[in-house]
């Protein structure tokens, strides 16, 4: 049986139907990763994405009940180069093209998920479709379809992965701090990180506003990762605001960066084809660290590379750079407790070189509000506030 992959562009690639059959459309991009396709697929950042995967076996491990970062598949659609015929591993529960077919994802395997990614890396991100068999058409048909589908930029999307109603997860151990996290399409496993350092965290709807954040008393204020374009959270950038004007510590991720950035009166801009992967190499401006990063955004800040730049909450520097493209991948206040990256210390799946960031955190609730706290060379801060760094869009093209 046929299967088709469709681009805006026009592009079509052929292959076999994965999954679900049917039709799905979403902006086409890839993932380097050569492990984690179960956190990929349940990471609501990748919400309306049809994600392609570069490593060339995918499915060998098959699928199971706790490796998942949130209750539900969440890309639109998924490609692959050669699906694994057996799934083998002593905690695998069913294969991988049993489970999106459970989760109604249509996928597709090709030959050329090389070529489709350098013909993203060339063109950028774009809209697409898969379809398979009875949405099958010709192809002048199916491409009208993908050309009639919403684009990813002016997207407004942490509204439909946010959780609808605030729950608790409780700290592992005594209790340290209470912690107010924003959910923007959170990952599972970023409140376990916190909650492995005491931490109660109190996870919150994207529409929740600052007044009701502060009514928690919370020691630190956390905005997740999320899916979508930053310039249309402007719900959230106010939020964000008010914990700011309050003096609560924070601590934004991913989407929370690109939000923290805005609250400060910078820019963003969409990424010609994203970060999406487990290999992404961060620079620390200050130190000269590298810590290689598990990244999944395709919109990023702009801020200047040098020196430091003012906001309407004082001071404030860039702390990490991407060594690929120059891409901004952190944001700190030098007189508030408040620090963001754009890349994902929990790592569920990649790798923990930054999980010391969540104990940067700490050490900040620990120092209190308004003050900033000693904390670790990952965010460069000092007794008193110290410096951080800053970046524009990737002068090497991201």
């Known amino acids: 049986m046929t299967a088709v992959l469709v681009l805006e562009d026009g592009r079509v690639f052929h292959g076999t139907p994965y999954g679900a059959e049917g039709e799905t459309f979403g902006e086409m991009v890839f993932n380097t990763g050569m492990t984690g396709y ?16 570069t490593a060339p076996h995918i499915g060998n491990t098959g699928v199971n009940d706790e490796d998942p970062e949130s209750s539900r598949v969440w890309v639109a659609g998924y490609v692959v180069r050669e699906p694994a015929r057996t799934a083998s591993n002593w905690r695998s529960t069913r294969s991988l093209d049993d489970y999106l077919r459970e989760q109604g994802v249509v996928g597709i395997a090709i030959t050329g998920t090389r070529a489709l990614t350098r013909h993203l890396r060339e063109r950028g ?13 010709p192809v002048e048909e199916l491409l009208e379809r993908v050309l009639g589908s919403p684009a990813m930029e002016g997207a ?20 340290r701090f209470t912690v107010a996290a924003v959910d923007l399409g959170i990952k599972a496993m970023t409140p376990h990180r916190m909650a492995e350092r005491g931490c109660e965290v109190h996870v919150l709807p994207a529409s929740v506003t600052a007044e009701e954040i502060l009514a928690l008393g919370p020691d630190g204020v956390f905005f997740s990762n999320g899916p979508g374009d930053p310039a249309t959270a402007d719900g959230p950038v106010k939020a964000l605001r008010g914990v700011l004007d309050a003096g609560v510590p924070f601590f934004g991720i991913c989407f929370g960066n690109q939000l923290f950035g805005r609250a400060l009166g910078l820019g963003t801009y969409k990424l010609r084809y994203g970060h999406r992967g487990v290999n992404q190499p961060v620079q620390h401006r200050g130190t000269g ?5 598990a990244h999944n955004h395709g919109f990023a800040v702009r801020a200047p590379l040098e020196g430091v730049f003012d906001t309407p909450y004082g001071p404030a520097e860039v702390s990490h750079v991407n060594l690929n493209d120059d891409c901004v991948e952190g944001l700190r206040l030098l007189d508030r407790p408040a620090f963001s990256v754009q890349y994902h210390p929990e790592a569920a799946a990649g790798p923990h070189d930054s999980a010391g960031l969540f104990d940067d955190f700490c050490a900040l609730m620990a120092g209190g509000r308004g003050t900033v706290s000693e904390v670790s060379a990952n965010t460069g801060a000092a007794p008193g506030g110290a410096t951080m760094s800053t970046s524009t869009e990737g002068s090497k093209g991201a």
């Open 289 to 293: 660290k590298v810590e290689i990063s």
């Open 38 to 53: 179960q956190e990929t697929l349940t990471d609501p950042s990748y919400h309306r994405q049809i994600v392609a995967m």
């Open 156 to 175: 407004d999307l942490a509204g439909e992965v946010s959780t609808p109603k605030p729950y608790v997860v409780p700290a592992i151990g005594p209790r």
């Open 125 to 137: 991100a774009m809209r697409a479709g898969v379809f398979s068999g009875k949405a099958l058409a």
